[in-house]
């Protein structure tokens, strides 16, 4: 006889003690989005406040209440990926009055610090001393020093966790994996899920040998989405056609027919230094073989292959694990769940899964809340200017 996922968390199906284990996340959510210091300026500002504060406040009340956690935590990090472009993209052209930049925008280090770029500026800082990348060093807007202050606070609390919860662009092919109801294409080869670690050590070596960020230059397929060199040559022609086509094939196309997400497993580095944190990092997912039946759906749901019938086996996903929850969701006997390291698999599961869900969540709303009320103001000047400008 089958068991349900909710039987395994004593919060589902009840509302008071979902109401109550929400309060926390209640007041951090009015933190985030207000900055501690609410301040409205018009009344589209304070009803772009309330919509993101009641949009996380249901989303983290109903993890708790239906025992699902995928399907809510990607509401708000598609919506993460979403409004983050379109105020990226509205503020770059307010400024510039372009989504390009050109050599005098590199030498007066206007470009703004993308977590991706932690990959390859290590190398080089380490043998030369000289951080390669043309932005700030402290002041202005994501400036280089607070955003590798983020990029190693996150990776030691979530691990890869980020990928799933907290990164700007993974909400891209997040969203178009779910497009289908049913995959077109029903295997990808699991090997796939290594490739990301020889883009990390290549684009490494390649940035500290030519003194420049190789991926942001050639293979970052998101400058379809925030920024990109303005084209004056025939090389940037090609770096811009790359770019193009990898955001085409990689992050809508191939997540679309096979429900995977196939951008964030085969290309992005970023993705394969925040698997090493998972080793360091306190949270994971673990099976309890004792429940588990060997039925296999959590290998199909999960979206970037680190879960394979081996894996199944060692009752854990590998390094390249989200912690997105669609395996935990997927599963009918309650066998997978997050974990605590140190602690027994399959004991105190409601308590490990609210320790990792209340700092996994947080990260969302920290990321998601200042630009979706921005991205909500900004869409209500459209429909009553119809202009974003």
Known sequence: ?????????????KIGKSLLLLLPM???????????????????????????????????????????VDKFRAAGFITLALFFALTFIVDLINARGTMTFNNETMLSCEIPFCHIVSTMIILPL??????????????????????????????IALGRGFCSWGCFYGGWDDGTSRILRKPVIKKVNPAFRWAAFAVLIIVAIVSLIMVNPFYCDWLCPFKTVTEFEKVTSFTVLLKTITFVSLFA???IIL??????????????PMGALCSLSNKINVFDVRIDK?????????TKACPTMSLEKTDVANGKPSITCMKCGKCIDACN?????????????????????????????????????????????????????GSLL
């Open 1 to 13: 006889m089958k068991t349900t996922p909710e039987k395994n968390f004593s919060t589902t199906g």
């Open 26 to 68: 209640t007041l951090l959510i009015f933190i985030l989005s207000t900055g501690g210091k609410p301040n409205f300026t018009s009344q589209v500002s304070l009803i772009a406040f309330l919509i993101t504060f009641f949009f996380f406040n249901i989303l983290f009340f109903m993890i708790l209440y239906k025992g699902k």
């Open 126 to 155: 380490i043998f030369s001393g000289g951080i390669i990348f043309p932005g700030s060093i402290i002041g202005g807007f994501a400036s280089i020093t607070s955003m590798l202050v983020i990029v190693l606070g996150v990776m």
């Open 249 to 251: 094939a990689l992050v």
């Open 255 to 268: 997540p679309l027919l096979t429900k995977k997400r196939i951008q964030c497993t085969t290309l992005c």
């Open 290 to 298: 004792e429940k588990c039946n060997d039925c296999m759906l959590c």
């Open 333 to 385: 006997r309650s066998a997978i769940n997050y974990h605590i390291k140190g602690t027994p698999v399959g004991k105190r599961v409601t308590l490990a899964r609210m320790l990792f869900l209340y700092p996994a969540f947080t990260l969302l709303v920290l990321f998601t809340s200042g630009t979706m009320q921005q991205g909500i103001v900004l869409l209500v000047k459209l429909f009553t200017t």
